[in-house]
């Protein structure tokens, strides 16, 4: 037995007496969103910005963790017994589409999975689209007229350009509108993922990204706060 099947059993039979069969569903859940706030100081330098680093570790290091939920729920015979309302953890959706069909005892677990998932991801696509919308959009630097002489222009020129973003053209802000449009809607991709893995990794998936959609909000509300805070200063 790995480490990784061991802790996740020990936090089902911890939590076995309140809910029974589903208890190791629920202990993937809680290992999710303990995995999830070993990484927030990472999620908040990278919505900050700090490096250009911190924006990938988060993703990077789950990684293993999904590969190994993928594999304990795929091949360990400790983990491929227990259920969540009926469902097997270690199944997958065509593989209960000949069990009991679509809207069988089982498949309705995977359709309540697919549903939650679908809400997360059109949750981030609503809140990726408004900032796109949201965003600013660099003004052109006006041009510098010389008044006084050649000398005192060119300076009054490189203090009026020096830091100043750089203009965009008009199809560069069209292709920018049209991305932050697109870039949102690859969240239903997980969708995709949870058809075709254990009902365990989808547990996962939902649980992670329903975490990360929720923890930039609140990031995202906490940063207009401060910044609403400083400017009444």
Partial sequence: MSVFTHLVVELGRFLEPVLAESATAAAIVLFTVLVRLALHPLSRAAFRGATPVAGCLPVLLQLPVFFLMYRAFSSADELLSHRLFGAPLGARWTEVLGEGGLFGAQGLVFLGLFAAIGVVAAWSAVRGRRAAAAAPVPAPVPAVVPTVGR?????????????APPALSAEQQAAMRKLGGVLPLLSFGTLITAAVVPLAAGLY???????SVAERAWLQRRAGGAGAA???L
Wanted: aromatic content about 4%; charged content about 15%.
């Fill in 230 to 232: 400083r400017s009444s």
């Fill in 205 to 211: 998936l939902l649980t992670t990204t329903a975490w």
């Fill in 151 to 163: 000398g005192t222009a060119r300076k009054a020129a490189g203090r009026g350009t020096a830091g």
